[in-house]
């Protein structure tokens, strides 16, 4: 159940540190929103170069030797293509693993899976469907016997908002498709995700499984997760919770706790440290042992300043998230607290290429907001700060413009729109942005 982040990952794999690592955050959502999202924001310029990350290099510092190597790729919309780790002992490869991906446009059509074994192995593929925009299904198969076979399906169902509200799992069983996992979430009034349980299909009927329960706090940032377990019989059990603390924009504290005879018993923390650019410069690990917190791990990274990260192109990497860091990540050092000292144990090297990719406007992104997408009747549009918007023009998907926009009004009019997949281009003081917007 447990789940390592990326910065855990490495500590794990370069100095061998035996810590048991929360779930993170970051990914677990994203199996619910992050697949499900529309491309926005590509700007009206043809292209721009960002600097990409292309692989990470842990190097233990006492063999000088490769401890683990990730590596990635991007097609020229910045989508990541391949996303690979591989695992050393002595200087040689023995484990590892292999997405690659393929796109039509931003939406995700095709990923594989293969595993290392001297060798790469495929082990799973999957095809995503869409109706527009909206993913309205998967379809997976796995080897067996050096044979693709049928496996898994999946068909998801959405809130007004665009939300995923469902996610229904059929396998494959002897020629037929039969239920088998319904994934339900529930979201909050800002479409924060507040709830999600699991159930499982056995003899008929639909079974509780578990159960994960979400708090934000007042600017809309996740403060606490709850995990649960169904008894099997009528009332659902603590599991693990994760509590989050943060100092003014930073995630500053993770803790890790599980449920023992009747109360919360501490287990794991994550402590961030921060320079005074926001960037993440110190993370430790902590056990809890015999009522106290004793360290046992620590990364450090350093930045290069003259790069933001707008000017980047990251892939979506566990642990990693965006607002941990505002500049370019050129270095970092693994340590382990031996005897009350902390040994350098790793080096983890960050390498970039220049990439020529369509454009988009992060920063202008952030400012803009639109919904509900899929839109029915009226749609709204906000920006924050001193984004000014100027014209908004609605034009379908063969670059015919079908209307401009009075930017006065409260709200678009969309009634009157035919179903389908449309591109709203919002010109503002500090460019243009655009969105694909689905109307229903």
Do not use: C
Not at 12 to 25: C, D, E, V
Not at 56 to 62: A, E, G, K, L, R
Not at 124 to 148: C, H, L, V
């Amino acid at each position: 159940m447990k789940k390592f982040t990326l910065f855990s990952l490495l500590i794990y794999l370069s100095a061998g540190a035996q810590i048991n690592f929360p779930r993170n955050l970051h990914m677990h959502s994203s199996k619910y929103n992050k697949e499900q999202n529309i491309q926005t924001g590509i700007q009206a310029r043809p292209a721009t170069i960002l600097q990409a990350l292309d692989s990470i290099n842990v190097i233990i510092s006492f063999t000088n030797q490769m401890a683990t190597q990730y590596f990635f790729d991007y097609d020229s919309l910045g989508n990541i293509t391949i996303n690979r780790t591989l695992t050393f002992d002595q200087g040689q490869p023995v484990d590892g693993e292999l997405f690659t991906m393929q796109y039509n446009g931003r939406l995700l059509t095709f990923k594989e899976h293969a595993n290392f074994d001297n060798t790469w192995n495929p082990d799973w593929r999957k095809w995503y469907y869409y109706t527009g925009s909206q993913r309205d299904s998967a379809y997976k198969e796995i080897i067996n016997g050096g044979q693709w076979q049928p496996d898994r399906k999946y068909y998801y169902s959405y809130n007004s908002q665009g939300n995923t509200t469902r996610i229904l799992h059929k396998t494959y069983n002897n020629g037929h498709w039969e239920p088998a996992q319904k994934d339900t979430v529930i979201y909050n009034q800002a479409g924060l995700i507040t709830e999600i349980i699991t159930q499982t299909y056995s003899n008929g009927i639909w079974l509780n499984t578990h159960r994960e329960i979400r708090q934000y706090d007042s600017q809309n940032r996740i403060s606490e997760i709850v995990y649960y377990d169904w008894d099997g019989y009528s009332a659902w059990e603590y599991e693990e919770r994760e509590i989050y603390t943060y100092s003014g924009n930073n995630l500053t504290e993770i803790i890790a706790q599980e449920y023992d005879n009747g109360q919360w018993e501490n287990t794991y923390k994550e402590s961030y440290r921060y320079n005074s650019n926001d960037d993440l410069v110190t993370l430790i690990n902590y056990q809890y042992t015999n009522g106290n917190w004793e360290a046992q791990a620590k990364l450090t990274f350093d930045y290069d300043t003259s790069v933001t990260r707008d000017e980047l192109l990251m892939p979506e990497l566990d642990g990693m998230d965006n607002h941990m860091y505002q500049h370019k990540i050129t270095l970092g050092d693994v340590y382990q607290l031996s005897n009350g000292f902390w040994v350098h144990v790793a080096d983890i090297n960050f390498y970039y290429s220049n990439r020529n990719i369509v454009y988009v406007n992060r920063q202008l992104l952030r400012q803009i907001t639109l919904y509900p997408n899929p839109v029915k009747d009226k749609l709204i549009i906000r920006s924050s700060g001193n984004l000014k918007i100027n014209r908004i023009k609605l034009y379908n998907l063969s670059g015919q413009l079908i209307e401009t926009f009075d930017v006065n009004r409260p709200y678009l009019e969309m009634k009157h729109l035919k179903p389908g997949l449309y591109q709203l281009n919002i010109e503002t003081t500090e460019g243009t942005a655009g969105f694909k917007l689905i109307k229903k």
